[in-house]
């Protein structure tokens, strides 16, 4: 993945099947423009994740690449597949704004200012 030339890596960090892969970043040797982009709210489960779980998550890559680095967004989409199995919209949203929410609680701790 990283010998692809690219300015930010979006990638699946909150699907329990992958959130214990974050560890791999502590080894990696990124270039020092790159962003990551880790989803903190999962596409498969339908429970809306706490807030403040959402900023443990970002907050834990922040520790890594620095808080500069780090933007937050969710797994891949809100749908598994085509099967129809979609999140809900209402829990979609609810997720969401559970990810502004966290963001906004790692900003407060990590840049020690009111986002």
Request: charged share 25%; glycine share 6%.
């Amino acid at each position: 993945m990283l010998r692809i030339n690219a300015q930010a890596f979006t990638f699946e960090a909150a699907n329990p099947r992958h959130e214990h892969e974050w560890i791999v970043w502590k080894d990696t040797k990124l270039p020092d423009d790159t962003i990551l982009m880790p989803g903190v709210v999962s596409h498969c489960l339908h429970l809306v994740e706490h807030p403040e779980l959402v900023a443990q998550r970002i907050e834990r890559f922040a520790a890594i690449v620095g808080r500069e680095r780090v933007v937050a967004c969710n797994d891949c989409g809100f749908a598994t597949s085509a099967a129809g199995d979609e999140v809900h919209p209402d829990v979609a949203w609810a997720k969401l704004e559970a990810m502004t929410e966290g963001a906004a609680i790692a900003s407060r701790r990590l840049w020690g200012r009111s986002a």
